[in-house]
């Protein structure tokens, strides 16, 4: 990619602190120069936190293992996605039940899926949320028992991916991002990154 942007990234160490495959190959599409570095984390928040406050305090805690490692000229990118509907905020499932019950809970309805990004370098970080609204048709028991069977969602929050075949039986419309629900909304993430790179990079231009 011929970007001058990214010619000025390849200058540093840009991190994905992530273990999604989904994330890893949304950057790549991007073109953007980057390497994977993965830290388990801690995905539990404390209960007075709402919608967008969780995903933006998990991806800062997903920073957290990280920061002490950190070279001057690295930009670690870590993210946390999650699904509200209603009152309830939907995480990963761990179990073919827990994945069903969710999908139930889904099924006819509107919700949010929303991530959270974090942008850390030695001196400085940098959060921000996307939001993207996505309706799905109501989905039948038979349907939603053979997605989970089928495709193992327990890695997805709300149990489900958007990309795989219940995105194309389930999903009536999205208002958003699509890359977002994905996993990582990447035209925001350019955005970011490059006034990231200019608040605090910017003398390696001259």
């Not at 993210?79 to 009152?87: F, P, Y």
């Not at 995480?91 to 942008?119: D, F, Y």
């Not at 993430?189 to 910017?202: G, I, M, S």
Request: charged share 20%; hydrophobic share 40%; with cysteine.
């Amino acid at each position: 990619m011929g970007l001058v942007f990214f010619d000025k990234l390849k200058k540093l160490d840009v991190v994905l602190g992530s273990q999604s495959p989904r994330r890893k190959k949304l950057l790549e599409d991007l073109g953007l120069p980057f390497r994977v570095w993965a830290i388990p984390g801690d995905e539990h928040f404390p209960s007075g936190l709402k919608g967008a406050e969780v995903a933006g305090y998990l991806s800062k805690e997903k920073a957290v293992p990280f920061i002490p490692q950190l070279s001057s000229d690295t930009i670690l990118i870590t993210a946390d996605t999650i699904v509200v509907c209603g009152n309830n905020i939907l995480n990963k499932a761990n179990t073919e039940q827990n994945a069903s019950e969710m999908l139930k809970l889904l099924s006819g309805e509107k919700h949010q899926v929303i991530t959270g990004v974090s942008l850390t370098s030695v001196s400085d970080q940098k959060t921000f949320c996307e939001v993207s609204n996505v309706h799905f048709y109501p989905l039948t028991n038979e349907e939603i028992s053979v997605y989970i069977e089928t495709c193992k969602p327990f890695d997805k929050a709300g149990a489900y991916g958007i990309q795989e075949w219940i995105g194309s039986v389930g999903v009536d419309k999205i208002e958003g991002s699509y890359h977002n629900i994905v996993g990582l909304p990447v035209a925001r993430l350019y955005r970011e990154l490059k006034d990231f790179y200019a608040a605090n990079f910017a003398f390696l231009d001259h």
